[in-house]
């Protein structure tokens, strides 16, 4: 996603949006993030200097050369840029004056300026001798979150440009460079954008390397700049041996081998995606991604705390965002908190008693009003005083589905408007053929049809024969048969767990919205090839099918829940679940199914491979069979459904992306040229070791596309771009305030759909109390608020969250290249025209899917955002 941040030209001030760390502004770059830094490939001829301001500039006169008289030493100011923490603890307020005064008995910052051009003589780099920061002690009590620093060099007036400084930290503790910009020289003010995490030389002893912001192609590269750039690139790359340490800047590929857990035995194994092993940890070793089980050599088992995971320093959590996730994970502690503690105490399964009790947990907490606080008390008297002093945290925020309509939940227009306007829009389809067909191997798995028949939905089809709708693409399927059904027995083995593999119709009104006309619930079959098991169901016609109704559509969002959550989302799981599998807890495969289910349907969805076929991808967007090619419509489709939220503010977000990136590349690979893609070393090296190294559980698949041209190179940033912002943005943060009443999206099932032929008594149960019933086959108390907690988390923006298209005040510049300023200020007007459009579409009362009584707006691609949970905003780039 690296490569991301350099084309959307995001601010330089604070961290990289693309990777939720801070990134430096380097010339070269390793994998995975190698092409982050080809943004500098351009002819230095062809451009000119970006005019922009200078954000650390020196108030002192400075010495230039003079028009006509030669000198030998030239004196040049260079001011650095250092952002503090906002708050510090005792101990780093202590290290703080101890560097101060380190400083001043000679345990420098130490600098020095590198030139574009070589000396003749040594042929080597000219440079200007090293110089240390002259300030540091005085300003050690400065308040402010930025300090800024001076320094003086003394160089030949023959130096050149400066093109790259180096920066060694002999204090005790890292420090955090915005940026340098060098005064003095007669080609004006010089920035060095860097935007990173400068480790004290008992940590990292080798010099940091920062280059200036003039892009150059590998080819082109300055003489002096060369080497630099080299070896910048291979620290960065690592060579996929040893164990990573907290300070280290490796940006590698790691193998899926911890998905399962064999050291519990044979049956917790799992397989493996991707080529090459990870790293091996010696448990006295602090830092590093994985170490290998004891049974299994192949498979590695998660670092639990206190071992953190490893990530490249620069893309840690800044202060804010880290603040924000602590208090999030603080409030979800405190949230389960209650639950755990009555499961810990009673045998019991609590159930909520009511539909009033789940509404209780936004207005009153937790101890709420669930029959439980006596019980409670009686063991627990100090649980009382939590709730008085906690009572703020203990209480949900009420999800945005419940804003608008109390009851819209129960509505099949709103079960139908979620999947082209929900937390999953993608996996809707347009039926091709009736009756829908598995492709699971009929000789295990028995016929393939689908037990959905004519009858069942013939007179539901506003006078069409299903003929007639399937050829006039009326009929839509949300089909998780083939997902599920193989581990079905497995889910259903477990206790408390329940599913079915689902498959539900839509017909597609006249007015242009959905209604569901048939859910197909789906058990494998009690022999090999034998017939399945399966219920279908239909729109209610009295108040027991109404019940079961409610139950089939429940188990067929569970199923949505499950795949949304392992499949759509999984990028999201880390820090959030601790190295565990909390997220598998509260899904509904559960822990034992849960990683099949992903290595076999989330081998592709890595950021990357993920997205090799790019007409294939360009569908996650256009998601075909719901769009047919049309040159006449703005965006080259024509979408089946015309009113469709997700696909619809999507193709514009992609249409923006798609432009800002041709005109970017444009300007260092153009037309003109077509060799040059081709001739890049670095851009083919990066592409290929994203294949071979990265995927190489696909490098032989057949749909890898060239990288022979521009557009070769454009279609693939555009989805990596894509996938990176807008989807997850739209798979993302509607987490919550769409999900978050559970009722509406159960992210498991406990019972299956009662059948008075197989359980009379389950049956009779049913009848005689349908929404105990019904409350019982959804999670419990101790499962919804686990779910619960998780998902707020997830949905959350944090305070120093960047958008797409968005500027940061007061930031360096990124670039000296002013064309590729002015295209980026392009894409920056046209995002925030998309966001006016979205606005008015969501007041559009002819767009049902986002406008009417009740319905909520379709904001989740609208770019930008406040801060919380908004189920709005575009960020540069996933982050929880």
């Avoid at 300003?139 to 003394?154: C, H, I, L, P, Q």
């Avoid at 008390?377 to 009572?391: A, M, T």
């Amino acid at each position: 996603m690296a490569a991301c941040n350099e084309i959307i030209g995001f601010s330089p001030l604070g961290r990289s949006s693309f990777l939720s760390g801070s990134r430096s502004n380097k010339l070269c770059f390793a994998s995975p993030a190698l092409l982050a830094q080809r943004r500098r490939g351009r002819l230095p001829s062809v451009k000119k200097a970006a005019a922009t301001p200078v954000v650390a500039t020196i108030s002192e006169e400075v010495v230039k050369l003079v028009a006509g008289k030669q000198q030998e030493k030239l004196k040049v100011r260079a001011a650095l840029t250092v952002r503090r923490k906002l708050k510090e603890d005792l101990k780093e307020v202590i290290v703080n004056q101890l560097d101060a005064l380190s400083d001043k008995i000679g345990r420098n910052v130490v600098l020095e300026l590198i030139s574009t051009e070589i000396n003749p003589r040594t042929k080597k780099p000219k440079k200007s001798g090293e110089t240390v920061i002259k300030d540091w002690y005085e300003k050690k009590n400065v308040k402010g979150e930025r300090v800024v620093y001076t320094a003086e060099f003394d160089v030949d007036s023959a130096f050149g440009e400066p093109g790259a400084i180096t920066v060694v930290n002999r204090h005790q503790k890292e420090f955090f460079l915005e940026g340098i910009v060098i005064e003095g020289f007669a080609c004006g003010p010089v920035h060095f954008p860097c935007n990173s995490w400068v480790q004290s030389t008992k940590d990292l002893p080798t010099k940091r390397i920062f280059f200036s912001n003039k892009p150059y192609l590998p080819s082109e590269t300055p003489a002096g700049l060369k080497e630099l750039r080299k070896k910048e690139l291979n620290e960065l790359r690592g060579d996929g041996n040893g164990v990573r340490k907290r300070s280290d800047r490796i940006y590698d590929y790691a193998t899926y081998n911890d998905l399962g857990n064999p050291d519990r035995g044979i049956e917790f194994a799992r397989p493996t995606l991707g080529a090459r092993r990870s790293l091996i940890q010696d448990d006295a070793v602090p830092v590093a991604p994985y170490r290998y089980q004891n049974h299994d050599m192949v498979a590695e088992s998660r670092i639990e705390k206190p071992h953190p995971l490893y990530v490249p320093r620069d893309e840690a959590f800044e202060e804010l965002k880290q603040g924000a996730f602590s208090a999030g994970r603080l409030k979800a502690v405190l949230h389960n908190f209650i639950p755990s503690l009555i499961a810990s105490i009673s045998a019991d399964n609590h159930d909520f008693q009511g539909f009033h009790h789940i509404d209780n947990l936004y207005k009153e907490g937790l101890i709420l009003k669930l029959g439980l606080q006596e019980h409670l008390i009686k063991k627990l008297p100090f649980v009382r005083k939590i709730q008085e002093s906690s009572e703020g945290l203990l209480r949900y925020d009420t999800p945005r589905i419940l804003s608008k309509d109390k009851f819209a939940w129960l509505r099949d227009d709103e079960f139908a408007r979620q999947a082209v306007a929900g937390i999953d829009p993608v996996t809707i389809e347009r039926l091709q053929a009736f009756p829908p067909v598995s492709k699971l191997d009929s000789e295990i798995y028995g016929p393939p049809e689908s037990a959905i028949t004519e009858a069942h939905i013939s007179g539901q089809l506003e006078g069409l024969t299903v003929q007639q709708a399937v050829e006039e693409g009326k009929l839509f399927v949300l089909d998780f048969h083939d997902i599920y059904l193989p581990f079905i027995e497995r889910i259903n083995a477990m206790d408390g767990r329940k599913a079915y593999a689902t498959r539900t119709l839509f017909f597609l009104n006249p007015i242009g919205t959905l209604k569901p006309v048939a859910i197909e619930l789906g058990l494998p079959p009690a022999q090999p090839g034998a017939s399945r098991s399966s219920v279908v169901l239909t729109p209610p016609r009295d108040a027991t099918t109404n019940w079961l109704w409610m139950l089939g559509k429940a188990h067929v969002c569970s199923n949505d829940a499950g795949v949304h959550q392992l499949v759509e989302d999984a990028r999201e799981y880390g820090a959030l679940h601790s190295g565990g599998a909390p997220a598998a807890e509260r899904d509904a495969p559960g822990v034992q199914a849960v990683a099949p289910a992903y290595a076999v349907h989330a081998g592709d969805q890595r950021a990357g491979a993920a997205e090799p076929d790019q007409r294939r991808r360009r569908d996650r967007v256009l998601l075909h069979p719901r769009r047919l090619e049309d040159p006449t419509q703005p965006h080259g489709v024509r979408l089946v459904l015309p009113d469709y939220p997700y696909a619809d503010d999507g193709l514009l977000l992609w249409s923006a992306i798609t432009s800002y990136v041709r005109s970017y590349i444009q300007l260092y690979y153009p037309d003109s040229d077509p060799g040059r893609i081709r001739s890049d070393s670095e851009l083919q090296a990066w592409y290929h070791e994203s294949i071979n190294v990265g995927h190489g559980d696909h490098r032989d698949a057949p749909w890898w596309p060239p990288l022979d041209t521009s557009d070769d190179l454009v279609a693939f940033l555009t989805t990596l771009i894509w996938l990176a912002s807008a989807q997850h943005a739209a798979l993302n943060f509607g987490q919550y305030p769409l999900g978050g009443y559970v009722p509406s999206r159960p992210p498991l099932m406990r019972r299956l759909v009662p059948d008075p032929e197989h359980d009379a008594d389950e049956y009779r149960a049913f009848l005689a109390d349908p929404h105990r019933f019904f409350l019982s086959a959804t999670p419990s108390v101790l499962q919804a608020t686990k779910f619960m907690a998780v998902v707020d988390t997830l949905s959350m923006h944090s305070p120093d969250e960047e958008y797409l298209g968005g500027t940061r005040e007061g930031a360096a510049a990124w670039t000296a290249d002013e064309e590729a300023e002015a295209a980026y200020r392009n894409f920056a007007d046209e995002v925030a025209a998309v966001e006016e459009e979205i606005k008015k579409r969501n007041a559009d009362p002819t767009r049902r899917n986002r406008c009417g009584a009740g319905v909520l707006p379709y904001e989740l691609l609208a770019p930008s955002s406040p801060p919380g949970v908004t189920a709005r905003g575009v960020p540069n780039s996933v982050s929880i």
